[in-house]
Nanobody, 122 residues
């Protein structure tokens, strides 16, 4: 299984970026796909998740209303649209996949992408 995350970069506060995570290597029909982020010196934290089947989505409180997770089943790709970016969104963003019980728990995810860096300037 491979997860390839890309789309990070530099943005100004108030700007937007869209991250993508391309998955390959197996079927993900009963999996959740999650985005996590890790800022320097901090723990990796949950950002958002989506179920491949049904498409239910969940967003962490700090990004609710600003970030949107979505998926393209045909392309096996998950997206994270990030709007109204803030300097505190600066982090390395990771996508992950797993047959999880609690989407917020990073330890329940089986597969991880390599991370893509997002820097938001004020």
């Amino acid at each position: 299984v491979q997860l390839q995350a890309y789309g990070g970069g530099l943005a100004q506060a108030g700007g937007s970026l869209r991250l993508s995570c391309a998955a390959s290597g197996r079927t993900f029909s009963n999996y959740a796909m999650g985005w996590f982020r890790q800022a320097p010196g901090k723990e990796r934290e949950f950002v958002a998740a989506i179920w491949w089947s049904g498409g239910s989505t969940f967003h962490a409180d700090p990004v609710e209303g600003r970030f949107t997770i979505s998926r393209d089943n045909a392309k096996l790709t998950v997206y994270l649209q990030m709007n109204s970016l803030k300097p505190e969104d600066t982090a390395v963003y990771y996508c992950a996949a797993g047959n999880v019980k609690n989407i917020r728990f990073k330890r329940e995810y089986d597969y991880w992408g390599q991370g893509t860096e997002v820097t938001v300037s004020s």
